[in-house]
């Protein structure tokens, strides 16, 4: 089974700087998908970039970025130019790309870590 | 479109008592998912479905049915509710495989709680 861990129960950056959000996993699959989503005090889960496997080239979405080391199994967020709004918990998640059947669709989800932006 | 819906919001329950949590969304997706949200856990998955008639036991399966007679309802079911079933309940929902169309869209969640 995998396993997704996020060791920073906590952080906080000033607002214009940048922040680094750790995740590491464990799998012994070689192709899969990570997630990272965001949740504000509001509690929807919004999605803020996806990263597949089988690319080497780390995904971007404006001032979010990843940096994927498959042979470590780490997956850190990197938040640019922070905003307040960017205050909230956010989660990593791993899903499965080569289950087949009714294996699509299950997302195993990291501790958490709550983001706070000061102004 | 709504999206993804969640009904309640809220609710309170006194052990023993049975409920249904509403999930709906008008995307016409065939995946949708019930997570569990809990202090330091993250979301854990109950039960999934991959299209109507079709469900599958995720990780915490243990005192909740579900059902998928319909695309666009998947709706949760406490038998017999637990104080331990005291958390914040999420439906999700996507259009399946492939690498444009699997990501998950998340309802606004609903908070029980069993005394």
């Known amino acids: 089974a995998q396993t997704v861990t996020q060791s920073q129960p906590e952080m906080s950056v000033q607002e214009a700087e940048t922040v680094t959000l750790s995740c590491t996993y464990d799998?012994?699959?070689?192709?899969?998908?990570l997630f990272w989503y965001k949740q504000p005090p509001s509690r929807q889960m919004i999605l803020v970039i996806r990263?597949?496997?089988?690319?080497?080239q780390n995904a971007t979405e404006n001032r979010f970025s990843v940096n994927f080391q498959k042979a470590a199994k780490s997956f850190s967020l990197k938040i640019s130019d922070s905003q307040l709004g960017d205050a909230a918990m956010y989660f990593c998640?791993?899903?499965?790309?080569?289950?087949?059947?009714?294996?699509?669709?299950?997302?195993?989800f990291g501790q958490g870590t709550i983001l706070t932006v000061h102004p | 479109n709504a999206g993804v819906t969640q009904t309640p919001k809220f609710q309170v329950l006194k052990t023993g008592q049975s409920m249904t949590l509403q999930c709906a969304q008008d995307?016409?997706?065939?995946?949708m998912s019930w997570y569990r949200q809990d202090p330091g856990m993250g979301l854990r998955l109950i039960h999934y479905?991959?299209?109507?008639?079709?469900?599958d036991q995720g990780e915490v399966p243990n005192g909740y049915n579900v059902s998928r007679s319909t695309t666009e309802d998947f709706p949760l079911r406490l038998l017999s509710a637990a104080p331990s079933q005291t958390s914040v309940y999420f439906c999700?929902?996507?259009?399946?495989?492939?690498?444009?169309?699997?990501?998950?869209?998340f309802g606004p969640g609903t908070r029980l709680t069993v005394l």
């Open positions: 999700a929902s996507s259009y399946g495989p492939g690498p444009r169309t699997d990501t998950q869209y």
């Open positions: 799998t012994s699959e070689s192709d899969y998908y």
């Open positions: 990263q597949e496997a089988y690319k080497q």
């Open positions: 998640a791993y899903r499965s790309r080569n289950a087949g059947g009714t294996s699509y669709g299950k997302l195993t």
């Open positions: 995307m016409n997706h065939e995946y």
């Open positions: 479905s991959v299209g109507a008639g079709i469900t």
